[in-house]
């Protein structure tokens, strides 16, 4: 029998290809500021809060109350089976019943919004240009964009979530705080497939020293 190799081959994930760095994230972020189109708005708001991709191009102005977004839909796509055209709807439910939250944000995060907002003042959903709502493909395919031009690996809007996972968990939120604004049922997945080292060469011998002090 004619097995391929793949079957017994296995696919290392290097936590530098997972989630920003921390030294990458600041450069990113100020890349996108030094041009605030909403595109460019979105991504960096994606950074603040760790919304999935669908949550993002489905919020509307009206779901923000004061230092609190709920997430309470998502854009799903699908294809037509007789046309197989690919379709791009918003669902006024997230991904999971978890998803559903009131997710806080931080001062930064809401200057954002509110910069966003003044791009878009009469629009329904958040993002819109010319008053249609940009799709997730869209806001994903900026960050790519933004990682070409800075000459940095290239990540996805879901590694964006995975370093904002990181970045919760490093910082020693509560679990059950990490958990809720995650939109996770509990902390397992959270730590299985969202949290990687992103620490700089420095501080990882300065942990190590500190922890192994004989």
Sequence with gaps: MDLSNKMFSKT??????????????PKVIEYLKSDPTIENLGIILAFQTGVRVGELAALKLADRKENVIHIQRTEIKYQ???????????????KSDAGDRNLIITKNAIETFEAIQELNPNGEYLFEKNGKRLRALTLSRRIIWACEKLNICKRST????????TTLIN?????????????????KTTKEYYYFSNRNKQKKEIQINNAIPF
């Design 171 to 187: 910082s020693n939120v509560d679990e059950a705080v990490i958990i809720e604004q995650m939109g996770h049922s509990d902390i």
């Design 158 to 165: 879901h590694k964006i979530r995975k370093t904002y996972g």
């Design 80 to 94: 037509e089976l007789d046309t197989r055209k690919f379709i791009f709807e918003v669902k006024n439910f997230p």
């Design 12 to 25: 290392v994930k290097r936590d530098e290809d997972q989630v920003f760095s921390e030294d990458a994230i």
